[in-house]
Each structure stands twice: as structure tokens, then as C-alpha cells.
């Protein structure tokens, strides 16, 4: 796994894990680039299509960051996401997706340290999972 | 429409420059599909910027627009606005966010380079399938609703009504003027509270602009921001205000005493009543749970005495239906109740009272005409123990919160005890002492210091008769001194809770209740007078436990806030809606249930249930686009293809 960068595609909710990811950048906070941001009005739009898609299309890590529960800008939107995601979790263990490779995460707009936590656990997290090899099964030989 | 898109990266000085390659971003831009045209420019939002991509557009026929700067919460009305002057519709250009998201979080300048190429050909994928937007226009019905009668529906009501437009004032009780009405005087100014609410009451009941709907509730909302349709249930009264001048015979001869709610029930009134001498409107109801004749048809003393044939025992509810544009909600506060309180006899010792029965008793229009007497024997009490924080600040077993106005108004209640009794010996029990209003901590300094008000810091642990004396059990937490101090009566500054029926109207409203029951605000410290359901606003202690200055505040606000969007011509939606193939639609109706604003409805169409969109309503969260099963539902500008593509661009 030496020099292995994983790709992350994070789903960000504009009213807050976005606004977070540019307060890290306003507080010219530092983070490695293993990640791009994708812009929806609520987690609760990210269509789990979207997340597989991602890792059909190369991603090693998906990142669905919304707001706290109870603090949705769309009432209960986040309620929503978790149930997707909480699902869609199983469905990946089942495509033989390692289902850590999907992280869903509360990060108020304020919270613009978390968001670059939240980037750099999930990197090491990711580096010792290894590259996502959909043909081979995501088990990356460990177990045989 | 064959994608002509012009791709405009800013330096930022040096604030994406030093860190982004920008004319490396450029280049590999530049052959990117779709992509006709692209450069750079030092700072992309001055006016040189902003003419530079006017002109290009024109130049280069140009049909869509990137420009890759700072985050779109800064610039993206800016450049919206930049390439609507040149005739290309706003929503046809989008931004690329290398700046926050890119060059001032990372140090790699060849990585970061390399993302800000991703960010950039994202957007110009979303830009490619965006289409061209108007934003909506719904129109407005330039009437408010308040609900509730108290100092804040009576502020909020009259700031609108002055501003000249409409208002349906709903207040559930015969009368308005709510807890206010019934407090004896003020803190820090100990102004009389009649004397500064009734002139406001009758105010409301003359204003033009103003119709009261007293003895009434709402039953039931429907509609949207602008044009919402409530359906209010006049309760019977039994008596026809046309007819009725307010006499008063009817309330004298009527045989029925029930312990009166205004009062405390310190007093009695009568089955037919009007709950206070200063009522607005002045006009009687007949109790029915307690009017011996609904109780067991004989009687009808009422109807032989009045003079006028205002008595109709065979009244109905009615229901009328309102349209408004707004809706205040001002539904108030309840004390909690006393009899929770096991530990300090609440319920049981007559002489245990909570804060709106001792302001009775202190007000000159109260049962004992401001004479402080106890309730059991109605002898003047010589030592009197006043108790804050009861069922407050108790996470364990009662409430969580503050309260917000005990530590205030026992301090009131302790003073002006002192000068209706002077040689008598108020003691007050505190945790802290909370005064920070304006005047307030003044007000404090002036009872401890200059009307020998005893302050103990110190939770009452228990409270029991003896000998016709109530003993409090305490521990003064200053001196570690554990204490028994007998008294006459005991004052407790009981816990504000939300009018209960306010859980019920919430549901009606769709507005959301915190996990105390109080209404809750769309953002603590910027949006403190809007619910999260556009055009609905809150006001009072319907909020949270809030004095008079800060109610009558907010009240105000939420008045200014509903005079905003009247204003308007028309109000403007966002257009990034969902939308629906109907098609592909099977009318499942998972799209309604997850419609947090009841924008999704079915709909019968040629024989085929298919799901509908109400614009207006629609907030965009697109949360029924994800969740419907058929992917008929899309998100204007915000397809599932347009962000297929981005998710596939930026892992290329």
C-alpha cells in the first residue's frame, strides 16, 4: 500500500458540511486533497445510485456529511440519509464492498475542525483498506 | 442545446494563485468537452472581471458559464447577475469553488492544481444539462394571522394593523390580554400591568384593521407561504354579542359558582362570566361543563333575566375560513403545575401558592382588593417564603431550563409584599440570581438593600404543615448551615411551560417543538422570529419563558418580519424545485411521504395516479428525488445525471 492516495467523493449538505469544508478553508485549516466536494442542497438528496456510481467510478471512500440530527434545514432530511445510508451499508457488504468505505457524518456549519478530522481519519482509514478492487473483491488478498 | 461553455479562473491575488497553477488549470480545461472558451484573470469578481466575462460571452457565443473562484456563498449572485446583463440566464452559470474547498486548505501546489482541474470540469457538467430558470413568483395575500391574545399577539396584531394591512387576532379564552392581565405590577419599574396592557386590549378591539375572533381556535391550516386558508372554530358562547350591552344582570343572578381561572382560584365567578372587569371584548360566555342547565335542563335564570334576548342555549360552534399571507404564533405560557411538587405540598397546603396567585392577590382589582392574605384563613401573613426554581434547572425530575423571569419576579413579589405588609418578613430562597435585563440587577441591589428582602442561597428540600405554620427545610449553601424556617405562606416561582395546546397546533401548522415542548426557531441567533416553514413566525413565551420587554420585542420582530414580505409585490422562489416525469411516474406516493412541507400530493390524471409538485411549497431539499423508486422525480439543475456525471468528472 506504499503511496497509495485514496480518492474520496464527499457529498456535502450546503447548509452546513459545506459551509464547514469553507470555514476550514477561511481558517486556512490544512488538509491533504484526497477529496473532492460535491454541492447537494440536503444529504437527504444524495441518491445511494450516486454513492455506487462513485465507487463504480473509481472512488476508494464516499463521505455523506450532513447536519446534526434535529438541526436539519429541511426539518428531518438527515433522518432520511441515515436510513439510506444505514441500508446501503448492507448492500455494499453484499457487493463485497468493505461497508467503512462509506462514512456518513453530522458536521454543523461551525464544526469546520471536524470536517478536517472527519477527512484525515477517514484517509488513514482508507490507506489501510487499501485500493477498492470491485473485480477481486475488496478484501485486497488478506484474506487470501 | 449544444453546450458553448466558457470556463473563467480568478488568481485571487494570490490567494488561489499561490497555491493553484491557474494557468495550468486553464489549459487542461480548455479542451475539456463542451468547454469553448477559457482564462484566467487576477481577480475575476472587479469590474475589469466581471467585463471580461460579459464580453466573452458575446464574443464567443457563449451559453453557459463556470467561473472557477472562492466559494458560490460569496460570489454567486455576483456573476448570476454579471451574465444576466448580457442576456444569458442566471441560472446557466455556476462556480467552482478553488479557493475554500482548494487552494487555502492544501500546500501541494501540483495536487492541489490537479483538484482544482476536478472541481472545475464537475461544475462544467452541471452547467452542461442546467437549464434555464425563472424564479417563481407566488403571490402574497396581504393579511396576518396571530394566534393567541397576550402581550405578544397583542403587540405583534397591532404593529401590523398600524402599518395598515389586515389582521385575524385568534385568542382561545373570552378574552384577550393573556397572563399579562393578571399580573399586579411590573418589574424593574413596578408599573402597574392593567394599567399599560388594557389601554393596547382596547386598542385591539377598535382597531379597524383589526378582527378578533375571541372564544375561538384554530382548527385547521392548509396552503403555503402568502396563501395559507385556516379554518377557525368559533366555541358556542350561548350568548349573542350583538344583542348582549354587557349589563352584567345575567353573571348576577346566575346560581353557579366555579372556582374563576382569571383569579387563580382564589375567587369564584359564575357559570356565566366574563372572566375580568377590563375584558375586551366585555361581552359574557356560558360555561357549559358547569351551567346547571346543560347539567340537568332546569334553570334558564339567564334567559328570564336579560332584557335583551341575548341568551341561545341552542348555539353551535361555528367554523369560518380565513386566507392570510402570514401567521404569528403567540400561544403563550402555562405555570407548571403545583401539585408536581410532592416534596413542598403543592396541591395539598392551602398557603402554598405559585407566582400568579400571589400577583392576584397583590392586584387591586384581585380578590382581597391587593391586601396580601393567605388563602387558608385569609390572615395577613407576617413571614412569607418565597422559593425560586421550582420544577426549573431540575434535569432529574422536572424541567431542564431557566425560566427566565422567577429570580425577577419573586424579588417584585418579596417587595411589594414588604409594602402592603411593612412590618412583615419576606425571605427568598435561591440557586442564583439571574437579572440580566436592563434595570435589573438595580431592581435586586434595591430589595436586599433597601427593602430588607432576606435572600438565602439554598434549594428548599421540604415543606410541611405544623401547626397551622408551613416549615421549610433548607440548607443555607453560604454558611453549610442546615435550616427550619417557619412561615405564614409560601411563594413558588413555579416553571414556565408552553400552553399545552400548542403541541397540537404545531402539528397543524408544521412547525417544529423542541424537546421541551417550546416552539422552536429556524436559527438561534440569526433567524430568532421564523419557524423553518416560510411564513409562519413565533413570538412570546410560546418560544421560550421571556419577560414583557423581551416578548414585546419579539413580537415586534416577528410584526417587522411579516411587514417584510407584505412589502413585496409577489414573493420569489427559488425555481431549483423537483420536477416530475409523469411517464415514468406509478403514483407509489413515497415522493408524499417524505415531503417534509406537504409539497408532494397524487393526483388522478386520465385514469393514472401520478405525483405532483406544488412549487410553491417545494423547498428543494430533494429529498423525494433520492427516495423515489421509479426515478421519475429530478431536481431542476440538480438532475440525477447532472450529478452522475460531476461524481464520474472529479474521480477521472
Same mark, same amino acid.
Given at each position: 500500500?506504499?503511496?497509495?492516495?485514496?480518492?474520496?467523493?464527499?457529498?456535502?449538505?450546503?447548509?452546513?458540511?459545506?459551509?464547514?469544508?469553507?470555514?476550514?478553508?477561511?481558517?486556512?485549516?490544512?488538509?491533504?486533497?484526497?477529496?473532492?466536494?460535491?454541492?447537494?442542497? !440536503?444529504?437527504? +438528496?444524495?441518491?445511494?445510485? $450516486?454513492?455506487?456510481?462513485?465507487?463504480? &467510478?473509481?472512488?476508494?471512500?464516499?463521505?455523506?456529511?450532513?447536519?446534526?440530527?434535529?438541526?436539519?434545514?429541511?426539518?428531518?432530511?438527515?433522518?432520511?440519509?441515515?436510513?439510506?445510508?444505514?441500508?446501503? %451499508?448492507?448492500?455494499?457488504?453484499?457487493?463485497?464492498?468493505?461497508?467503512?468505505?462509506?462514512?456518513?457524518?453530522?458536521?454543523?456549519?461551525?464544526?469546520?475542525?471536524? $470536517?478536517?478530522?472527519?477527512?484525515?481519519? $477517514?484517509?488513514?482509514?482508507?490507506?489501510?483498506?487499501?485500493?477498492?478492487?470491485?473485480?477481486?473483491?475488496?478484501?485486497?488478498?488478506?484474506?487470501? | 442545446?449544444?453546450?458553448?461553455?466558457g470556463v473563467f479562473v480568478c488568481h485571487c491575488g494570490i490567494n488561489i494563485a499561490s497555491t493553484v497553477d491557474v494557468k495550468r488549470v486553464v489549459e487542461a480545461i480548455k479542451?475539456?468537452?463542451?468547454v469553448?472558451h477559457a482564462e484566467d484573470y487576477v481577480y475575476m469578481c472587479s469590474?475589469p472581471g466581471q467585463e471580461l466575462i460579459?464580453?466573452r460571452?458575446?464574443?464567443?457565443?457563449?451559453?453557459?458559464v463556470v467561473v472557477a473562484a472562492c466559494?458560490?456563498?460569496?460570489?454567486?449572485?455576483?456573476f448570476?447577475?454579471?451574465?444576466?446583463?448580457?442576456?444569458?440566464?442566471?441560472?446557466?452559470?455556476?462556480i467552482a &469553488?478553488i479557493r475554500?474547498?482548494c487552494s487555502?486548505?492544501?500546500?501541494?501546489?501540483? =495536487?492541489?492544481t490537479? =483538484?482544482a482541474i476536478?472541481i472545475v470540469?464537475?461544475?462544467?457538467? %452541471?452547467?452542461?444539462?442546467?437549464?434555464?430558470?425563472?424564479?417563481?413568483?407566488?403571490?402574497?395575500?396581504?393579511?396576518?394571522?396571530?394566534?393567541?391574545?397576550?402581550?405578544?399577539?397583542?403587540?405583534?396584531?397591532?404593529?401590523?394593523?398600524?402599518?395598515?394591512?389586515?389582521?385575524?387576532?385568534?385568542?382561545?379564552?373570552?378574552?384577550?390580554?393573556?397572563?399579562?392581565?393578571?399580573?399586579?405590577?411590573?418589574?424593574?419599574?413596578?408599573?402597574?400591568?392593567?394599567?399599560?396592557?388594557?389601554?393596547?386590549?382596547?386598542?385591539?378591539?377598535?382597531?379597524?384593521?383589526?378582527?378578533?375572533?375571541?372564544?375561538?381556535?384554530?382548527?385547521?391550516?392548509?396552503?403555503?407561504?402568502?396563501?395559507?386558508?385556516?379554518?377557525?372554530?368559533?366555541?358556542?358562547?350561548?350568548?349573542?354579542?350583538? %344583542?348582549?350591552?354587557?349589563?352584567?344582570? !345575567?353573571?348576577?343572578?346566575?346560581?353557579?359558582?366555579?372556582?374563576?381561572?382569571?383569579?387563580?382560584?382564589?375567587?369564584?365567578?359564575?357559570?356565566?362570566?366574563?372572566?375580568?372587569?377590563?375584558?375586551?371584548?366585555?361581552?359574557?360566555?356560558?360555561?357549559?361543563? &358547569?351551567?346547571?342547565?346543560?347539567?340537568?335542563?332546569?334553570?334558564?335564570?339567564?334567559? =328570564?333575566?336579560?332584557?335583551?334576548?341575548?341568551?341561545? $342555549?341552542?348555539?353551535?360552534?361555528?367554523?369560518?375560513?380565513?386566507?392570510?399571507?402570514?401567521?404569528?404564533?403567540?400561544?403563550?405560557?402555562?405555570?407548571?403545575?403545583?401539585?408536581?411538587?410532592?416534596?413542598?405540598?403543592?396541591?395539598?397546603?392551602?398557603?402554598?401558592?405559585?407566582?400568579?396567585?400571589?400577583?392576584?392577590?397583590?392586584?387591586?382589582?384581585?380578590?382581597?382588593?391587593?391586601?396580601?392574605?393567605?388563602?387558608?384563613?385569609?390572615?395577613?401573613?407576617?413571614?412569607?417564603?418565597?422559593?425560586?426554581?421550582?420544577?426549573?434547572?431540575?434535569?432529574?425530575?422536572? %424541567?431542564?431550563?431557566?425560566?427566565?423571569?422567577? !429570580?425577577?419576579?419573586?424579588?417584585?413579589?418579596?417587595?411589594?409584599?414588604?409594602?402592603?405588609?411593612?412590618?412583615?418578613?419576606?425571605?427568598?430562597?435561591?440557586?442564583?440570581? +439571574?437579572?440580566?435585563?436592563?434595570?435589573?440587577?438595580?431592581?435586586?441591589?434595591?430589595?436586599?438593600?433597601?427593602?430588607?428582602?432576606?435572600?438565602?442561597?439554598?434549594?428548599?428540600?421540604?415543606?410541611?404543615?405544623?401547626?397551622?405554620?408551613?416549615?421549610?427545610?433548607?440548607?443555607?449553601? /453560604?454558611?453549610?448551615?442546615? /435550616?427550619?424556617?417557619?412561615?405564614?405562606?409560601?411563594?413558588?416561582?413555579?416553571?414556565?411551560?408552553?400552553?399545552?395546546?400548542?403541541?397540537?397546533?404545531?402539528?397543524?401548522?408544521?412547525?417544529?417543538?423542541?424537546? &421541551?415542548?417550546?416552539?422552536?426557531?429556524?436559527?438561534?441567533?440569526?433567524?430568532?422570529?421564523?419557524?423553518?416553514?416560510?411564513?409562519?413566525? /413565533?413570538?412570546?413565551?410560546?418560544?421560550?419563558?421571556?419577560?414583557?420587554?423581551?416578548?414585546?420585542?419579539?413580537?415586534?420582530?416577528?410584526?417587522?418580519?411579516?411587514?417584510?414580505?407584505?412589502?413585496?409585490?409577489?414573493?420569489?422562489?427559488?425555481?431549483?424545485?423537483?420536477?416530475?416525469?409523469?411517464?415514468?411516474?406509478?403514483?407509489?406516493?413515497?415522493?408524499?411521504?417524505?415531503?417534509?412541507?406537504?409539497?408532494?400530493?397524487?393526483?388522478?390524471?386520465?385514469?393514472?395516479?401520478?405525483?405532483?409538485?406544488?412549487?410553491?411549497?417545494?423547498?428543494?431539499?430533494?429529498?423525494?428525488?433520492?427516495?423515489?423508486?421509479?426515478?421519475?422525480?429530478?431536481?431542476?439543475?440538480?438532475?440525477?445525471?447532472?450529478?452522475?456525471?460531476?461524481? =464520474?468528472?472529479?474521480?477521472?
Amino acid at each position: 500500500m506504499e503511496g497509495f492516495e485514496p480518492k474520496i467523493v464527499a457529498f456535502c449538505c450546503k447548509w452546513c458540511s459545506y459551509a464547514a469544508a469553507d470555514l476550514a478553508g477561511t481558517s486556512r485549516l490544512k488538509i491533504k486533497p484526497n477529496f473532492v466536494v460535491i454541492r447537494t442542497m !440536503c444529504s437527504s +438528496r444524495v441518491d445511494p445510485e $450516486f454513492i455506487l456510481q462513485a465507487f463504480l &467510478n473509481g472512488a476508494d471512500g464516499v463521505l455523506v456529511a450532513g447536519c446534526h440530527p434535529g438541526d436539519c434545514h429541511y426539518v428531518n432530511g438527515n433522518y432520511k440519509t441515515l436510513r439510506r445510508v444505514m441500508l446501503l %451499508k448492507k448492500v455494499l457488504e453484499q457487493l463485497g464492498i468493505d461497508p467503512r468505505r462509506l462514512r456518513l457524518e453530522w458536521i454543523a456549519a461551525s464544526e469546520s475542525r471536524k $470536517f478536517v478530522v472527519t477527512i484525515r481519519k $477517514f484517509v488513514d482509514e482508507l490507506k489501510q483498506l487499501g485500493p477498492l478492487r470491485l473485480e477481486a473483491g475488496d478484501d485486497n488478498g488478506s484474506n487470501g | 442545446m449544444e453546450p458553448r461553455i466558457g470556463v473563467f479562473v480568478c488568481h485571487c491575488g494570490i490567494n488561489i494563485a499561490s497555491t493553484v497553477d491557474v494557468k495550468r488549470v486553464v489549459e487542461a480545461i480548455k479542451g475539456y468537452p463542451g468547454v469553448v472558451h477559457a482564462e484566467d484573470y487576477v481577480y475575476m469578481c472587479s469590474d475589469p472581471g466581471q467585463e471580461l466575462i460579459r464580453s466573452r460571452i458575446k464574443e464567443k457565443k457563449l451559453n453557459g458559464v463556470v467561473v472557477a473562484a472562492c466559494s458560490p456563498t460569496l460570489h454567486e449572485a455576483t456573476f448570476r447577475n454579471t451574465v444576466s446583463q448580457v442576456g444569458l440566464n442566471p441560472y446557466r452559470c455556476e462556480i467552482a &469553488n478553488i479557493r475554500e474547498h482548494c487552494s487555502w486548505i492544501h500546500t501541494d501546489r501540483d =495536487k492541489a492544481t490537479e =483538484k482544482a482541474i476536478k472541481i472545475v470540469k464537475s461544475i462544467v457538467e %452541471k452547467v452542461k444539462l442546467n437549464d434555464e430558470l425563472l424564479p417563481i413568483s407566488i403571490p402574497i395575500t396581504k393579511r396576518a394571522l396571530v394566534i393567541g391574545g397576550g402581550i405578544a399577539g397583542i403587540q405583534a396584531a397591532l404593529d401590523i394593523a398600524n402599518a395598515g394591512y389586515e389582521v385575524i387576532l385568534v385568542e382561545k379564552n373570552p378574552s384577550i390580554g393573556g397572563h399579562m392581565a393578571q399580573l399586579s405590577e411590573t418589574f424593574p419599574t413596578l408599573d402597574c400591568a392593567q394599567c399599560i396592557l388594557t389601554p393596547k386590549m382596547v386598542e385591539v378591539g377598535q382597531h379597524p384593521n383589526i378582527k378578533l375572533y375571541n372564544y375561538a381556535e384554530v382548527e385547521d391550516l392548509s396552503g403555503y407561504v402568502g396563501n395559507f386558508k385556516v379554518k377557525i372554530r368559533l366555541k358556542a358562547s350561548y350568548v349573542d354579542w350583538s %344583542k348582549c350591552v354587557g349589563c352584567g344582570v !345575567c353573571m348576577e343572578k346566575c346560581p353557579t359558582k366555579v372556582p374563576s381561572e382569571f383569579e387563580m382560584g382564589l375567587t369564584t365567578r359564575k357559570a356565566i362570566y366574563v372572566p375580568f372587569p377590563q375584558a375586551v371584548p366585555n361581552k359574557p360566555v356560558i360555561d357549559r361543563e &358547569n351551567c346547571l342547565y346543560f347539567k340537568t335542563g332546569k334553570c334558564r335564570i339567564c334567559e =328570564k333575566v336579560c332584557t335583551f334576548g341575548a341568551i341561545k $342555549f341552542d348555539e353551535q360552534d361555528e367554523f369560518v375560513e380565513e386566507e392570510v399571507g402570514a401567521i404569528i404564533v403567540a400561544t403563550g405560557y402555562e405555570l407548571y403545575p403545583i401539585e408536581k411538587i410532592g416534596e413542598y405540598g403543592g396541591g395539598k397546603y392551602k398557603d402554598v401558592i405559585n407566582g400568579l396567585q400571589f400577583e392576584r392577590l397583590l392586584s387591586a382589582s384581585g380578590p382581597t382588593g391587593g391586601g396580601v392574605q393567605r388563602p387558608s384563613d385569609r390572615k395577613v401573613p407576617k413571614r412569607v417564603a418565597f422559593v425560586s426554581c421550582v420544577g426549573s434547572r431540575d434535569p432529574e425530575l422536572h %424541567k431542564p431550563y431557566c425560566s427566565k423571569v422567577c !429570580c425577577m419576579y419573586l424579588t417584585k413579589h418579596a417587595m411589594l409584599y414588604k409594602h402592603r405588609v411593612p412590618d412583615g418578613e419576606p425571605i427568598v430562597f435561591y440557586i442564583d440570581i +439571574r437579572s440580566d435585563g436592563k434595570g435589573y440587577e438595580e431592581f435586586v441591589q434595591r430589595a436586599q438593600e433597601e427593602e430588607h428582602v432576606t435572600y438565602i442561597r439554598g434549594k428548599v428540600s421540604k415543606i410541611y404543615e405544623d401547626n397551622g405554620e408551613l416549615v421549610l427545610l433548607a440548607v443555607d449553601t /453560604l454558611t453549610g448551615e442546615p /435550616l427550619e424556617v417557619r412561615v405564614d405562606m409560601v411563594v413558588l416561582g413555579m416553571a414556565i411551560v408552553p400552553s399545552p395546546a400548542v403541541y397540537e397546533l404545531a402539528k397543524k401548522l408544521k412547525i417544529q417543538i423542541d424537546a &421541551n415542548g417550546f416552539l422552536t426557531e429556524a436559527h438561534p441567533k440569526l433567524r430568532p422570529v421564523e419557524t423553518l416553514t416560510p411564513g409562519i413566525f /413565533l413570538a412570546g413565551c410560546a418560544h421560550a419563558p421571556k419577560d414583557i420587554p423581551d416578548t414585546v420585542a419579539q413580537a415586534s420582530a416577528a410584526a417587522s418580519k411579516v411587514l417584510e414580505m407584505f412589502s413585496q409585490k409577489e414573493l420569489q422562489h427559488d425555481p431549483m424545485v423537483a420536477t416530475v416525469d409523469e411517464d415514468r411516474c406509478s403514483g407509489c406516493g413515497v415522493c408524499v411521504t417524505l415531503c417534509p412541507y406537504g409539497a408532494r400530493e397524487i393526483e388522478v390524471k386520465d385514469g393514472k395516479r401520478v405525483a405532483k409538485v406544488n412549487e410553491a411549497k417545494c423547498e428543494g431539499c430533494g429529498s423525494c428525488i433520492a427516495g423515489c423508486p421509479a426515478g421519475a422525480c429530478q431536481q431542476r439543475n440538480l438532475k440525477d445525471e447532472q450529478l452522475v456525471n460531476m461524481v =464520474k468528472a472529479v474521480l477521472e
